[in-house]
């Protein structure tokens, strides 16, 4: 069935849709943010130094996607899993795909609607150093030096959101082929496994923690950054492996119950 008519129509409108969000991606990356009205009170909030990224940027794309994709070719080259390697594969990496778009759309398309003022804003905006008071063009509007639009996108963190996505899609990935499940029904499972599949959402944890310590983002940015990884992680692995898994299982359970019955 997946050769036949459907299933090639199916892989056009996935491509289709894949090529819209990616659209969709570039051009909330570069469009503006709205500047929000700062009133006097607002300023030692925004008033931070500008400190270098613990994590670099490029990073972001780079690890959230080569990390996952080796992993899971490794895992299917290796343990050649049910209901087949190259079907695993496939599934598991268009669920990453569509995850890391979609992620990576709401995440621009939020920070450019919400246009929360960084930690370290006004840092960005007078270079040489924060003067004392503050000058403002207009009511609500500060006298920038230099107008650095990524001054203005704080929420949420994009770090955190795409490093929860592709690093907790990883770990939803580990948990469905290993040991872990088997411990929470009763006892056993390996705790071997369940570390092994915590680190890369571990991994993901420490840089939210960096973008507060680095003044790129409040707390609040970076956990709802990371709690739209992580969601978006889980509807497409679930949707292209999870609940395909499940049901593969399933019927490999019936059919071992029918011969035994026999």
Request: with cysteine.
């Amino acid at each position: 069935a997946a050769g036949g008519p459907g299933g090639c129509a199916m892989c056009a409108a996935d491509v289709g849709a894949a090529a819209l969000l990616l659209g969709a991606l570039v051009l909330a990356e570069v469009a503006p943010a709205r500047r929000r009205f700062l009133r006097p009170v607002d300023l030692p909030a925004v008033s931070f130094p500008l400190e270098d990224n613990t994590v670099p940027s490029w990073s972001v794309p780079v690890v959230n996607l080569a990390f996952p994709l080796a992993v899971m070719a490794a895992h299917v080259t290796v343990f050649r899993p049910a209901p087949g390697p190259w079907r695993v594969f496939r599934r598991a990496v268009v669920g990453l795909l569509f995850a890391t778009l979609v992620n990576g759309v709401l995440t621009d398309a939020i920070k450019n609607m919400v246009g929360r003022p960084r930690p370290d804003m006004l840092s960005r905006c007078f270079p040489g150093g924060v003067p004392d008071p503050v000058p403002f063009a207009a009511p609500g509007v500060p006298a920038c030096e230099n107008d650095d639009p990524e001054g203005w996108k704080s929420f949420p963190s994009g770090h955190s959101s795409w490093y929860f996505c592709g690093m907790g899609y990883i770990s939803l990935y580990l948990a469905a082929f290993s040991r872990v499940g088997q411990g929470l029904s009763g006892l056993g499972g390996s705790p071997a496994a369940l570390v092994t599949c915590l680190a890369p959402v571990s991994a993901a944890l420490l840089v939210a923690v960096s973008r507060v310590m680095d003044y790129r983002h409040n707390p609040s940015d970076a956990l709802a950054g990371s709690l739209l990884g992580l969601a978006c992680a889980w509807v497409f692995f679930w949707q292209q492996v999870g609940a395909p898994l499940a049901r593969e299982r399933a019927r490999l359970r019936r059919g071992g119950s029918g011969g035994g019955g026999g």
